[in-house]
């Protein structure tokens, strides 16, 4: 199904109080602006408008607001498809833009520009894909809608595509893309946010959640060791472990890692914590130590994941973390081959 008719996404909260259903207007603030009508379409006027209007907002954001006012007063069209997601009744509104841009601050005077909109259908949200959903939870007060245009138009036409099987095959997107954003997330983190010392006593406090004993060693001609871990309290019952730690997202090749195990006695083994990934060759020599092992970026992340209720409250504050739910990818992917 197709058609030329825009499709736009608004966020709406001056009728939280109201039925919106019952309502005739979609509406926007930024009343300080005055009549949209009286400044000259286009982009760059808008711009203008709106550092005028607001001298101290932030020069990023400035495009991005202005171009909200901008698309509601001089892109938007009479016969546009509007989608309003409700958080009042947790609804999603569907229908067409009945008017032309209006001024009108006397209706509500944070809320004066506005627009003239013919409601068509309104549906719950569990009747759409999480797709959808996660497209209509843009932080853009007013957006095209794209992506999940056919299912918005099939809403409206009334006949809604099958949610269960948009996300049966999503579900699996959905969750990849969660993992790889908060792996993103926590690597950035021990990058940018803590110093390198910090680092090494981040990745002791990791192995003592593990249950070892671990401490930082000193800097100094040590092969590289940062810190010496031990099962027994006293460090006598072996394997003594020597760990090297790397705060860069850098690949670790093959003669870094012999460093490592020159530094080690055959009694001991060597552990080698990296936020990067590690080379084809340093990967071939783990293979070939059974006392040698390479923890990069995607073994840290879950590590910390399995351990973080353990950590002691400084280090959580260095990397504040609260536990979520995602899809399966695995269970979604089942579920998907069920189909």
């Not at 909109?117 to 794209?146: C, M, N």
């Not at 992506?147 to 997107?173: I, K, Y």
């Not at 072996?238 to 006695?265: D, E, F, H, N």
């Not at 990967?283 to 590590?303: A, M, P, W």
Request: net charge negative; proline share 5%; aromatic share 10%.
């Amino acid at each position: 199904m197709s058609d030329e008719r825009a499709i736009w996404g608004i966020h709406m909260e001056w009728d939280v109080a109201a039925n919106p259903q019952s309502s005739k207007d979609i509406a926007i603030g930024w009343e300080e602006l005055g009549d949209l009508s009286a400044i000259p379409p286009s982009r760059d006027a808008f711009k203008a408008g709106f550092v005028k209007a607001f001298p101290n907002e932030k020069p990023g954001a400035v495009p991005v607001k202005a171009g909200v006012l901008y698309r509601f007063a001089k892109e938007m069209l009479k016969g546009d498809v509007i989608v309003y997601p409700s958080r009042m009744d947790r609804f999603v509104n569907i229908g067409f833009v009945a008017g032309d841009y209006t001024y009108l601050p006397g209706v509500d005077a944070n809320y004066p520009h506005r627009r003239r909109v013919d409601w068509k259908v309104h549906l719950p949200r569990a009747q759409f894909s999480q797709p959808a959903l996660y497209e209509l939870g843009s932080a853009i007060t007013l957006f095209r809608v794209s992506e999940n245009a056919e299912e918005f138009l099939a809403a409206l036409s009334g006949t809604p595509v099958e949610a269960a099987d948009v996300d049966a095959v999503s579900a699996v997107e959905i969750a990849v893309q969660a993992d790889e954003s908060v792996e993103d997330f926590v690597i950035k983190c021990l990058k940018n946010n803590l110093s390198a010392e910090q680092f090494e006593q981040f990745c002791a406090e990791l192995l003592r959640s593990m249950g070892y004993h671990a401490r930082v060693t000193r800097h100094s001609g040590d092969g590289g060791v940062d810190i010496i871990a031990h099962k027994d309290e006293l460090g006598f019952e072996g394997p003594i472990i020597r760990a090297q730690c790397k705060q860069t997202l850098s690949t670790i090749g093959g003669p870094a890692v012999q460093q490592l195990l020159g530094a080690i006695q055959s009694n001991e083994h060597a552990l080698f914590i990296t936020l990067g990934d590690y080379s084809t060759d340093a990967v071939r020599i783990e293979r070939g130590k059974s006392n040698l092992r390479l923890i990069g970026r995607t073994d840290l992340v879950q590590l910390i994941f399995n351990n973080y209720e353990r950590f002691e409250a400084r280090f959580k504050t260095l990397l504040p973390l609260k536990r979520s739910y995602t899809p399966s990818a695995l269970q979604a992917d089942s579920l998907k081959s069920a189909d």
